[in-house]
C-alpha cells in the first residue's frame, strides 16, 4: 500500500490561518502592525524571488515587510552595522538575512549582529542554544516547520530512532536537537558516514536534508518508515527517490508540497509571536 503523504500545503495553510488571526489580535491591541524586515546582499535573482515572495506571504497575513537590498560589495561591517540598526529599530519585530551571503561576508557574524529577541529565522547561536537546551526561544523554520508537520500527522517520536542525513546549522543539526528534545533517538549521518544504507535501513524516521537528488534509496527504508524529505534539487527533485519510497514508507513528504510551504508559515508565525512577547 502506498505511503500516505504529509501535506505541507494544507499543514502550512492552517498554520498561516491561525497566524492571520494572532496579527489581527495583535493589531486591535496595540494598533500596531508586525514588522519583518528582510535584509538581502547582492544581485541574484534566485534570492530576490525568495525575498519577494516572502514579503508578498507576510502581506498575506497582514504582517508588514522592509526590504533592506545591500549592494553585491557590501562589507561585513557594513552589513553588520545595518543589522544592528534593524536589531536596534523599535518598529522592526523579525529580521531575515537572505542567505547565502556573498562568499566575502562572513555569514556568522551577520547573523549574530541580529538581536535573539527579533531572530524568527533562527540562525543566531542564541537561538540554536536555545533549541539544543530545550528552552524557549525561535527555531530554525526548517527544522520547527518539520516537527509541526510529524506533530500534524500524529507520529510518535518518544523512544524512536530518527535519522537525520545532513548536518547543516540551519537544517541538519536543529532538526536532530528537536527530535532529541522529543526524546527521539537521534542519529546524524553526513558526508563523511561510511554506512549510510545501513543507518537508514534501521530508522523509524528518516529526514532527508542533503541537496543531492534521490541519494536516499526507497530500498534502503525499513517498512513502514516515516520520511521527510528537506531537499529541494533542480527539477522539483527531492532527496529521496520517492517512487520508491512510498511504496515501503508508512508516511512520506512529496516534493514539492512538504517541507518547503511549512518553512515560511514557521517564519510568519515566529514573527508575529516576536511581536506579542515585544508587545
Ligand atoms: P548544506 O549546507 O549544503 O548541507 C548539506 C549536508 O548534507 C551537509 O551536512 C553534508 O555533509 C551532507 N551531505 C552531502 N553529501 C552527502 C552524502 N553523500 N551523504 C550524506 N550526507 C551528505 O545544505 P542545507 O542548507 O542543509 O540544505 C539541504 C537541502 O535542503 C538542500 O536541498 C536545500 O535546498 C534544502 N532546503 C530546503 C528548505 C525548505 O524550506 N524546504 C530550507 C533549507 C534547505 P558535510 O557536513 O559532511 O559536508
Known amino acids: 500500500m502506498p505511503a500516505r503523504i504529509m501535506d505541507g500545503t494544507s499543514v502550512a495553510a492552517s498554520l498561516l490561518a491561525e497566524t492571520a488571526q494572532r496579527v489581527k489580535d495583535f493589531v ?21 524571488t525568495y525575498v519577494r515572495m ?9 504582517i508588514a515587510s522592509r526590504r533592506v537590498a545591500l ?26 538575512l537572505q542567505h547565502p551571503v556573498p562568499a566575502h561576508i562572513d555569514e556568522r557574524a551577520a547573523f549574530e549582529a541580529i538581536a535573539p529577541d527579533k531572530d524568527v529565522d533562527g540562525v543566531t547561536m542564541h537561538s540554536f542554544a536555545a533549541m539544543a537546551f530545550g528552552e524557549p ?5 526548517t527544522p520547527g516547520g518539520i516537527l509541526r508537520l510529524l506533530d500534524a500527522y500524529d507520529v510518535p517520536l518518544t523512544g524512536r530512532r530518527a535519522v537525520v542525513i545532513g548536518r547543516s546549522p540551519i537544517l541538519g543539526k536543529p532538526v536532530g536537537m528537536l527530535l532529541l528534545a522529543r526524546d527521539a533517538t537521534v542519529t546524524y549521518c553526513h558526508s563523511k558516514t561510511t554506512d ?3 543507518t537508514v535501513a534501521e530508522a523509524d524516521i528518516v529526514i532527508a536534508a542533503v541537496g543531492r537528488p534521490e541519494l536516499v534509496r526507497g530500498a534502503w527504508l525499513k517498512p513502514g518508515a516515516v520520511v521527510v524529505d528537506a531537499g529541494y534539487n ?3 527533485i527531492g532527496d529521496v ?4 519510497a512510498e511504496h515501503r514508507a508508512s508516511l ?12 515560511i508559515a514557521v517564519l510568519l508565525a515566529q514573527t508575529v509571536q516576536a511581536a506579542e512577547t515585544r508587545g
Open 71 to 96: 549592494p553585491a560589495e557590501t562589507t561585513t561591517d557594513d552589513l553588520v552595522a545595518r543589522i544592528a540598526e534593524l536589531s536596534a529599530d523599535p518598529a522592526v519585530d523579525g529580521i531575515l
Open 241 to 244: 527517490e520517492y517512487a520508491a
Open 137 to 141: 526561544g525561535f527555531h530554525s523554520c
Open 234 to 236: 533542480p527539477g522539483n
Open 252 to 263: 512520506i513528504t512529496p516534493v514539492p508540497g512538504g517541507v518547503g510551504p511549512m518553512t
Open 196 to 198: 549510510l544504507a545501513a
Open 54 to 62: 516572502k514579503s508578498a506571504r507576510c502581506a498575506r497575513v497582514g
Open 28 to 48: 486591535a491591541r496595540t494598533g500596531r502592525t508586525p514588522l519583518l524586515a528582510t535584509a538581502l546582499v547582492g544581485d541574484d535573482p534566485a534570492s530576490h
